[in-house]
């Protein structure tokens, strides 16, 4: 069984900087692209970002520059670095294993003053 456990979200200020973790287990971790999406309030999924398994990576623009995607396949964990954080930031953070069948629960990050 696919499982996917997200971690490190919170409430920070502008500016700030959160780090976001995802647990993984069930799969060869290494074998799938990785990706992180978010949803806020009232509004529709948003992709933010993919780390395939070679270690590529791709960022929305709307994070491009302060978004920092990472793997570390030998701790089957996925992480997500987040700094200058605005408040337009703010969502429940998925992270989504290769072909988007399988979610984590998410994190919610609240970016408010």
């Known amino acids: 069984e696919v499982r996917l456990v997200e971690s490190g979200g919170g409430l920070v200020q502008p500016g700030g900087s959160l780090r976001l973790s995802c647990g993984s287990s069930?799969?060869?971790?290494?074998?799938?692209?990785m990706s992180w999406v978010r949803q806020a309030p009232g509004k529709g999924l948003e992709w933010v970002s993919i780390?395939?398994?070679?270690?590529?990576?791709t960022y929305a623009d709307s994070v491009k520059g302060r978004f920092t995607i990472s793997r570390d396949n030998a701790k089957n964990t996925l992480y997500l670095q987040m700094n200058s954080l605005k408040v337009e930031d703010s969502a429940v953070y998925y992270c989504?294993?290769?072909?988007?069948?399988?979610w984590g629960q998410g994190t919610q990050v609240t970016v408010s003053s």
């Open positions: 989504v294993k290769g072909g988007y069948a399988d």
């Open positions: 069930g799969f060869t971790f290494s074998n799938y692209s």
């Open positions: 780390v395939i398994n070679s270690g590529r990576t």
